[in-house]
């Protein structure tokens, strides 16, 4: 099967052999460095990678070698994400024959140059990546292969040159905030996620966005940020719970959190959601699972990776595929929110 | 790499152009089908593959195209165990710069036809399935290619003929119940797994064993058999906790039953551990994060999976390798558990 890339940045384009006269090898020692075959002297490899790379090479057609296989690399295999982008990506996979290679790798910032140079071997059919972004030269390496790739980004912070799918951060923030307002809570608490991710900020503006239009004033001791896991949700409730004047509901920005905002409200002797609502935002299965089983904002991760392995098989077919990709949050109502215990605000403890 | 595997079954073997012969056909279309490939016909496939079955074919050497790749297959992928599973085949992959296949196919007791074509044309290093049994051609196709497999079986139910991994299910239900009963408790519940499963057997087994030990005697009606998930916990807790004389501690065969009886005590108006004590058993990550966090046993999925992937790695190399590994489980104490309200038995509702 012979396809050829995208040539949208055709300028620059060199050829092979140009390559190879350059560094002062053979051709065959070029195609030896694309395949990522070992047999190449360090110093002859990186020559050639710089080469390939300052200009910005690209094979326009496949090797007969290609194996039936979706690659999804993960830096963190931990995160109760994983799974739902696994069986998304392997839903995909089945409807065209092809298995999926799955790696833990690198750091939040690019995949390690072990997995690059395996992945290389294998010749993958193409990669997802769930990385807020890409250092150029994998996105270079990737490029001169002709390897597609496709980002997954739940972090919100797509890389603007590569094609990536996310979901609408804002608009969870806004409904999970409008819930709470609806059931009568005043003095709601947000516990968001790490500063320095976007769909941290995204979920926070949306709370922000809900309260003003309600008219309702947002008092800064509720607004904290956290780290997405359960003790950060347990820190931060626990905070919250020992002010003078407490909040009636939490909006816990991810449902890890929801659940150290559970336990928090126990170890306070709390009730859920008698005397304190929470919302919770992803909907992995756990928040189905807790007592009482958690509103959450719902996150489509399977279709997320589903689009995601889509993408690869329409860049590989040439057909046009958009940049960036969001797909919408919904609301799911569960056990945990109700009215607040006495109408506008909850007296403190 | 040409490694042969242990050939402790030479009885009956038949080489390819005996085969070839047999079936009429050349040895490069027996070949084909040995390597799953397409451009065979079916009936002349099914004539060569029962010939192949019929006389236990073995490949003694490896094909030169196999690549650096370990599969593992499960039947079933939404498993709160597929993850940690997934890691422990990781860990030993990267050792030996492999890359994971994941597949999720067919059904409790065998992977799909699908599969096994799309395996056979990847060629994988081995293959670990996490299944209970597999049905006999299941097992002659892979021997017949020369491809080690391990079962990874939390169900406790081995095939004797193929080399597993487990965990001692007697042990844990032992230690989860002599737990309970050195805090004071007298009415322990237990919610197993299925009837069908011989772990669930094993576990209540243990159970058993410490109750009888300690001199209590067991209430058949605080035994019930469960279904492993949240719903089956719920259901048979509800049920005990709603007789007139209720246990003050259960012991709830798996973490997500335990899930299921932390909802039913809150249902109940039942404080955990105050009111009512709970053990899980997996020890998967929820079990940290329910709230309160669960006493459970710990049942070591990545090690187990780490043992399988090691072992595909020692048939390959002609190392000896056991029929079957138990792994020690252990008891994790946590929140869930405390003393009984007061002393010997708890009082009707």
Chains 1, 2 share one sequence.
């Not at 830096?75 to 092809?98: C, Q, T, Y």
């Not at 250092?135 to 603007?160: H, N, T, Y």
Request: proline content about 7%; charged content about 25%; hydrophobic content about 40%.
């Amino acid at each position: 099967m012979l396809l050829a890339m995208r040539d949208d940045e055709e300028l620059g384009r060199i050829t092979l052999a140009q390559v190879a006269q350059r560094a002062g090898v053979s051709i065959s020692t070029v195609s030896k460095v694309l395949n990522g075959r070992q047999d190449v002297a360090p110093p002859t490899r990186i020559k050639v990678e710089r080469l390939l790379e300052a200009h910005a090479y690209r094979r326009t057609t496949r090797s007969a070698r290609e194996a039936p296989l979706i690659e999804i690399v993960f830096h963190e295999l931990e995160s109760i994400w994983a799974m739902e982008l696994i069986r998304g990506v392997e839903n995909v996979a089945k409807a065209h024959n092809a298995g999926v290679v799955l790696t833990e790798s690198g750091t939040r910032h690019s995949p390690s140059p072990d997995w690059m140079e395996a992945m290389l071997q294998r010749r993958p059919l193409g990669v997802v990546l769930v990385f807020s972004a890409l250092p150029s030269e994998v996105k270079q390496q990737l490029r001169a292969r002709s390897i597609p790739f496709v980002i997954i980004d739940p972090a919100g912070d797509p890389d603007p040159d590569v094609p990536s799918v996310g979901s609408a951060n804002w608009n969870g923030g806004l409904a999970a905030t409008r819930h709470l307002i609806e059931y009568g809570h005043r003095r709601i608490g947000i516990i968001t996620g790490p500063e320095d991710m976007l769909c941290s900020r995204a979920r926070l503006d949306g709370y922000r966005s809900a309260m003003t239009m309600a008219g309702l004033e947002v008092d800064p001791g509720l607004i904290l940020f956290g780290d997405f896991h359960v003790e950060g949700g347990y820190d931060r409730a626990a905070e919250m719970l020992s002010r003078p004047e407490r909040p009636t509901a939490i909006f816990a920005g991810s449902d890890l959190q929801a659940l150290g905002v559970l336990e928090a409200a126990r170890v306070h002797g709390l009730r859920v959601p008698h005397d304190l609502s929470v919302v919770g935002y992803d909907d992995v299965s756990i928040a189905r699972w807790a007592s009482p089983a958690l509103t959450t904002v719902h996150q489509p991760l399977r279709q997320m990776a589903e689009e995601a392995a889509q993408m690869l098989m329409r860049l590989r077919a040439r057909e046009p595929v958009s940049t960036r990709l969001e797909l919408a949050t919904s609301l799911v109502v569960r056990k945990s929110t109700a009215p607040p215990p006495e109408g506008d605000g909850a007296p403190g403890r």
